[in-house]
């Protein structure tokens, strides 16, 4: 037996050729010259090779490997060498594999982790380093989810080599897109900084309360100006510093550029030295013309004992077209309607100041009067009609005596006869003001109408000249 077991050896050994030299060995199953750079050469063109097959168990139980030591571990289904110190995988075959130009992950709950030998636990591709360039990607990059099989976010090119990411909302499209050479929005809900509560559009929220303002616009070219703008309903605003003259506006307009106290869009002003201005807080100046009719330039005659309107004819300032300017002749007859006044065009509170001076001249010849009524008054007085088309006396100002009761002599107080009045009243859109005064000085007839001086019916009634200003103060 023993001797028919060597014989098959033999036999077999000598079916293959063995082909050596002092230097290298060819073991090949056919005609074949071992490889100069080679000590064993492995031929053949129909067969391969096989290293030693063993479990892990069988692997790890080889005593004392030798560094480089290789072996096919069954379990695992790697090629196993010894590296010296451990054994480590030869082969990833089982990791990999392709399908066409594509190459998957074989094992779809692994990680990829590259730059670390260390764990990275959650996540399925990990780049660990401290260089500037850790990775790059050329073109688009989407990231999907994969439940839903909507798109979550991408980043691509917008045609015109500008970068653009965009994040999505899976039924309404992209809610966030930021454009490197466009325009950029967020419209998917609030945005909170300093805080994870937003209640706004867009909540600031100090957490450590510092003393610096939460929100700052700055202008570092000195150009220009610093502000922010407004917009409802179609009407703009804008608050900030004018650049111009570095005071704080708002403006109701779509910028504070060439605004201006008076031009009907600045609401308010507040310059460095600390001066504050109200826009439309000036809104009304009006003056009862002296009459050219007469020599000595009088005003409005006044009847007697009679509270009768002013008939403003002439106006310096009106900033609103709010002022209604009397025509006279004919005058606004006593006890009113009024033929001027002023009506606002906006709810508030509103300054009115007014002052008349009284002339101790009789209107029919022209001469001073030197025994008026005693005691004669003078006196002015601010009126409202409001909504209900209600005329009423609002506050009354000065009653100033114009007679002395001197028998001896000239009784007249020719100097005390400039009542004004000043009060703060509060009207409502449509509502006006009027100013109205009053006199007992001198009797006589009313006169109606001024048409020519020789009429009869401009005997009586001293004449009176009369300022009134409206400021809105609210």
Not at 399 to 408: V, Y
Request: aromatic share 12%; with cysteine.
């Amino acid at each position: 037996m023993k001797k028919l077991n060597l014989i098959a050896v033999m036999i077999a050994f000598l079916g293959m050729t063995v082909l050596s030299n002092a230097q290298n060995i060819a073991i090949s199953d056919a005609s074949h010259t071992a490889d100069a750079s080679a000590v064993l050469d492995v031929y053949s063109t129909s067969k391969g090779m096989l290293v030693p097959r063993l479990t892990s168990t069988q692997r790890t139980a080889i005593s004392s490997p030798a560094t480089g030591l290789l072996v096919f571990d069954t379990d695992s289904v790697d090629y196993m060498y010894y590296d010296g110190s451990g054994w480590t995988e030869l082969s990833t075959g089982n990791l990999w594999r392709r399908s066409g130009t594509d190459t998957y992950l074989r094992h779809f709950n692994d990680n990829v982790v590259i730059g670390t030998n260390t764990s990275a636990p959650g996540y399925k591709f990990y780049v660990y380093g401290n260089s500037s360039q850790m990775s790059r990607f050329d073109g688009q990059v989407e990231f999907w989810n994969v439940a839903g099989g909507k798109m979550n976010a991408d980043i691509n090119n917008d045609g015109l080599n500008n970068g653009v990411l965009k994040v999505y909302d899976a039924l309404s499209g992209a809610k966030i897109q930021l454009n490197a050479g466009g325009n950029s929005y967020l419209s998917g809900g609030n945005v909170c900084i300093g805080a994870t509560n937003p209640l706004h559009l867009l909540h600031l929220i100090d957490p450590v309360g510092v003393a610096a303002p939460q929100l700052m616009v700055a202008n570092a070219t000195g150009n220009g100006n610093s502000s922010l703008g407004y917009a409802f309903t179609g009407t703009n605003y804008a608050e900030g510093i004018d650049g111009t003259d570095n005071s704080f506006k708002l403006v109701k307009a779509n910028g504070l550029i060439n605004s201006f106290q008076g031009d009907g869009a600045t609401i308010f002003r507040a310059a460095p030295s600390g001066i504050v201005d109200l826009n439309n807080q000036s809104r009304a100046r009006a003056f009862q013309r002296q009459n050219p009719m007469k020599p000595m330039g009088w005003g409005q005659p006044v009847p007697f004992a009679a509270w009768t309107p002013v008939d403003f004819d002439m106006l310096s300032y009106d900033q609103q077209f709010e002022f209604t300017t009397a025509i006279t002749p004919p005058y606004s007859p006593a006890g009113g309607p009024a033929s001027a006044y002023f009506t606002a065009q906006e709810e508030g509170y509103y300054q009115v100041n007014a002052r008349t001076d009284f002339i101790l001249v009789s209107y029919d010849t022209e001469e001073d009067i030197h025994y008026p009524n005693y005691p004669g008054y003078v006196s002015i007085a601010i009126f409202k009609t409001n909504q209900q088309g209600q005329t009423f006396m609002y506050a009354q100002g000065n009653k100033l005596q114009g007679a002395d009761n001197n028998p001896n002599g000239w009784n007249d107080l020719r100097n005390n006869l400039g009542p004004n009045v000043s009060d703060v009243v509060y009207l409502k859109a449509g509502e006006r003001i009027e100013i109205w005064v009053w006199q007992n000085l001198w009797t006589g007839a009313i006169p109606l109408r001024i048409m020519n001086p020789d009429d009869p019916m401009y005997q009586g009634a001293p004449p009176s000249q009369t300022y009134v200003s409206v400021h809105k103060a609210s």
